[in-house]
């Protein structure tokens, strides 16, 4: 069965800072996508970024960069030069092909992220 | 206005009622998703649709019921509401693509306490 992990229920960065949020995953399935959302305190949930499992160059977006480490199983958000906009929840997800040809994502319990002065 | 919209955004309930939240996209998406979010869980997936009456279970149905007789609406039904379903509830659809590639867009969520 397919698993993501969060482990850090909160982290503090302080404004103009790089931060990391860990993620790591379990699947048996050779071909899966690799995803993070942004869940700011008005509650919608934003799609930052997107990494293939075949992809060989990490996944960049503006401020955010995607660290996947295929044989370790992770897929860390990098985001450099924090803003205070950046404070939310993040959220880490995985992909599951479905019959059919369509995905469904797994989901992280999410990290917590508060951008300080 | 293009997206998905889901309805009510906010119910307060009792126990033992029927709740329907409505969700309603424009862009014609096969796949359609609802998913609770609750603390310390994360989002977690209630039922998927891959088209018009094609509905699987996802991995908490229980208490659930869904419908799709449209491609744009997958409404969610609470047969008899419970207070362990006070939750956050997200629909979403999937546009497409390659296998594993795509984006997931979320409604703004509706918000249930069951009292």
Known sequence: ????????????VQEKEA???????????????LFWYKQPSSGEMIFLIYQGSYDEQNATEGRYSLNFQKARKSANLVISASQLGDSAMYFCAMSLL???????????????????? | DAGITQSPRYKITETGRQVTLMCHQ??????????????????????YSAAADITDKG????GYVVSR????????????ATR????????????????????????????????
């Open chain 2, 69 to 80: 007789s449209k491609t744009e609406n997958f409404p969610l039904t609470l047969e008899s």
């Open chain 1, 98 to 117: 479905l019959t059919g040809g369509g995905n469904k994502l797994t989901f992280g319990t999410g990290t917590q992220l508060k951008v300080e002065l």
């Open chain 1, 19 to 33: 931060v990391t949020l860990d993620c790591t995953y379990d699947t048996s399935d050779q071909s899966y996508g």
């Open chain 1, 1 to 12: 069965a397919q698993k993501i992990t969060q482990t850090q229920p909160g982290m503090f």
């Open chain 2, 84 to 115: 362990s379903q006070t939750s956050v509830y997200f629909c979403a659809s999937w546009t497409g693509g390659k296998p594993n590639t795509g984006e997931l867009f979320f409604g703004e969520g509706s918000r249930l306490t069951v009292l």
């Open chain 2, 26 to 47: 424009t862009w014609s998406h096969s796949y359609m998703f609802w998913y609770r979010q609750d603390l310390g869980h994360g989002l977690r997936l209630i039922y």
């Open chain 2, 59 to 62: 991995e908490v149905p229980d």
